[in-house]
């Protein structure tokens, strides 16, 4: 099975957009989880179900990761590359 589960604290600043070149140029999905057990069970799960459903996509599991437009409004409008 290919896929990651991606770092739900760095994508806090990063965003999910950061990640679609995994989806784009290596045709593998990822999923943004934290590290507690129940959300790393949650990606794992996501991450599978993706893989069955023969999908690629960079999902967010981590409730706490808020939406690009809430990291905009936090950030006065600026996001940083």
């Known amino acids: 099975m290919d896929g990651f589960l991606l770092p739900g604290h760095v994508s806090i600043v990063l965003g999910e957009d950061s990640y679609q070149y995994l ?6 999905s990822g999923v943004i989880t934290g590290f507690e057990t129940a959300e790393l069970l949650s990606g794992i799960y996501k991450l ?3 893989v069955l459903k023969k999908e690629k996509a960079i999902l967010i599991t981590q409730w706490r990761l808020p939406r690009l437009e809430i990291r905009l409004s936090m950030a006065g409008g600026v996001i940083f590359d």
């Open 23 to 28: 989806v784009d140029e290596y045709n593998i």
């Open 48 to 50: 599978i179900d993706l």
